[in-house]
T-cell receptor, first 112, second 119 residues
Framework: SQQGEEDPQALSIQEGENATMNCSYK?????LQWYRQNSGRGLVHLIL?????REKHSGRLRVTLDTSKKSSSLLITASRAADTASYFC????????????FGKGTTLSVSS | GAVVSQHPSWVICKSGTSVKIECRSL??????MFWYRQFPKQSLMLMAT?????????EQGVEKDKFLINHASLTLSTLTVTSAHPEDSSFYIC???????????????FGPGTRLTVT
């Protein structure tokens, strides 16, 4: 089952520009996480935001969470060609021990 | 940090044969592990929850007799794709929860994935 929907499905930008990806989910969550996946490779954990948090920063990443709208956004500032990858949001439900449920993902392409 | 390994990293097999994929937590114990499948250009879909010492819980639509899961120890879960067919070709990823944070942790550690190609 999939919890989240991301938009856009694909995003192409130039180096130096900002990239914003959005994620919506359906049920109450404990936290929401963002992952990056380079083509054909494993997942890289980027950031976790808890349900009682509204915004979190990590380097060039900024994540927001709006639990009333059941949505989150990931902003990558000053993008680089190395940021080219697929980005997924994943939600953890309020029951510890349950699996993360992934959204459909956004494919980001950053050209130099 | 918590490390999860998978073996093999890629495998090619003929239609009708069975393939076993291992998922190991290297520096922690994991009562619970999860198996995901990812088709090209798609997201990760949860297949099953693997619990040490008990039967796995499968997601709706996942055939338990086709995807056999064995979680025989606190550091190893295996996924066996039986009688594999080309449509089973996919990227299989496992994740594990650290027992030391059981009950309070929502963190999962992902393996690097196994690419299965069935010819």
């Amino acid at each position: 089952s999939q919890q989240g929907e991301e938009d856009p499905q694909a995003l192409s930008i130039q180096e130096g520009e900002n990239a914003t990806m959005n994620c919506s989910y359906k049920t109450s969550i404990n936290n929401l996480q963002w992952y990056r996946q380079n083509s054909g490779r494993g997942l890289v954990h980027l950031i976790l935001i808890r349900s009682n948090e509204r915004e979190k920063h990590s380097g060039r990443l900024r994540v927001t969470l709006d639990t009333s709208k059941k949505s989150s956004s990931l902003l990558i500032t000053a993008s680089r060609a190395a940021d080219t990858a697929s980005y997924f949001c994943a939600t953890a439900l309020n029951q510890a021990g349950t699996a993360l449920i992934f959204g459909k993902g956004t494919t980001l392409s950053v050209s130099s | 940090g918590a490390v999860v390994s998978q073996h093999p990293s890629w495998v090619i097999c003929k239609s009708g044969t069975s393939v076993k994929i291992e998922c190991r937590s290297l520096d922690f114990q994991a009562t619970t592990m999860f198996w995901y499948r990812q088709f090209p250009k798609q997201s990760l879909m949860l297949m099953a929850t693997s619990n040490e010492g008990s039967k796995a819980t499968y997601e709706q639509g996942v055939e338990k007799d086709k995807f056999l899961i064995n979680h025989a120890s606190l550091t190893l879960s295996t996924l066996t794709v039986t009688s594999a067919h080309p449509e089973d070709s996919s990227f299989y990823i496992c994740s594990a929860r650290d027992n030391r944070a059981a009950g309070i942790s929502y963190e999962q550690y992902f393996g690097p994935g196994t690419r299965l190609t069935v010819t």
